[in-house]
């Protein structure tokens, strides 16, 4: 809470080469699990408050993995796998 609770216009850009774990999703998941269901909520639309928008479309569908045997490839097909479980 003392971390994430106050965190609001999200502008970090995914994914990276070398992300495994989404950062914004990771973090919502976080603050799913300590929040009730309304106050995540609130704290959900503060974090990412543009989440319909073309920017955040890449955490809304499934990242392409080009090269899954290539090193940054095998981080795509986990963060691909990550996000599945997330919120």
């Not at 774990?21 to 609130?42: C, K, N, Q, W």
């Not at 408050?49 to 490839?73: A, C, I, N, Y």
Request: aromatic share 14%; proline share 9%.
């Amino acid at each position: 809470m003392r971390w994430y609770l106050s965190d609001t216009g999200y502008g970090g850009f995914e994914p990276d080469a070398v992300d495994f774990l989404s950062p914004a999703l990771t973090e919502a998941d976080l603050m799913r699990r300590v929040l009730d269901s309304g106050e995540f909520g609130h704290w959900f639309e503060a974090f990412i408050p543009d989440l319909t928008s073309t920017r955040w479309q890449v955490l809304r569908e499934p990242v392409p993995v080009p090269h899954p045997s290539d090193l940054f490839g095998a981080h795509l097909a986990g963060l691909v796998v990550s996000r599945a479980w997330s919120p």
